[in-house]
């Protein structure tokens, strides 16, 4: 059970490059994310997705594309990238309760996160 | 805007030493609340809470929510240098995941 992998680990590109941050996860999640994470400003979400062929903006979603086109596949593209976009990405999956409660929320569990991409735009 | 504050942001002692660090919140759809330990690379589980004044406890880590508060605070006894790491707090739960602080960064000298 590999858990939710993430590739590359380290990537440079220039300003402008376009790029693909892959994400895979084998525990038949149905809600997935990506973070990023800045020097001392913990996890900021980009986008996520609670099932194959729908996704949501999250915090910080501006130069940033996904898609799931399946259960196990969420990849981050970065379509013309820039200085601002040097970060540590991190991909997470979670399963949710579709059970809801008396206040009709459903619960979501524990979050389980790849080993993170370090990515440098110079 | 969903906000979770940590603090402090940085906590240096010595091996030996009991720490306390603390998370507060204010999130529109909270369902949970959980704490993450960081070293260097991904986050790793430690805590996940939903109800006030149950204390969870995993050796010498243990935590506890307040939910008329808004906070949550994770204790370490008998601190040790593996203890080391980025301590994440995250609250939320809903659909659009967690929202995190900034996280602790806990330093153990030896």
């Known amino acids: 059970n590999a858990g939710v992998t993430q590739t590359p680990k380290f990537r440079i590109l220039k300003i402008g490059q376009s790029m693909t941050l892959q994400c895979t996860q084998d525990?038949?999640?149905?809600?997935m994310y990506w973070y990023r994470q800045d020097p001392g400003m913990g996890l900021k979400l980009i986008y996520y997705?609670?099932?194959?062929?729908?996704?949501d903006k999250g915090e910080v979603p501006n130069g940033y594309n996904v898609s799931r086109s399946t259960t196990e596949d969420f990849p981050l593209r970065l379509e013309l990238a820039a200085p601002s976009q040097t970060s540590v990405y991190f991909c997470?999956?979670?399963?949710?309760?579709?059970?809801?409660?008396?206040?009709?929320?459903?619960?979501?569990?524990?979050?389980?996160f790849g080993a993170g991409s370090r990515l440098t735009v110079l | 805007e969903d906000k979770v504050v940590q603090s402090p942001l940085s906590l240096v002692v010595h091996e030996g030493d009991t720490v306390t660090l603390n998370c507060s919140y204010e999130?529109?759809?909270?369902?949970?609340l959980l704490w993450y330990k960081q070293e260097k690379k991904a986050p790793t589980f430690l805590f996940m809470l939903?109800?006030?004044?149950i204390e969870k406890k995993s050796g010498r880590l243990s935590s506890i929510l307040d939910k008329k508060e808004l906070f949550s605070i994770l204790n370490i006894t008998a601190t040790q240098t593996g203890d080391s790491a980025v301590y994440l707090c995250?609250?939320?739960?809903?659909?659009?995941?967690?929202?995190f602080g900034k996280g602790t960064h806990l330093i153990i000298q030896p």
């Open positions: 997470a999956s979670s399963y949710l309760n579709p059970v809801r409660d008396s206040r009709g929320l459903s619960g979501a569990n524990v979050l389980t």
């Open positions: 525990m038949n999640h149905n809600y």
């Open positions: 997705s609670v099932g194959a062929g729908i996704t």
């Open positions: 999130v529109t759809n909270f369902r949970s």
């Open positions: 939903t109800s006030s004044g």
């Open positions: 995250g609250s939320g739960g809903g659909a659009d995941g967690l929202t």
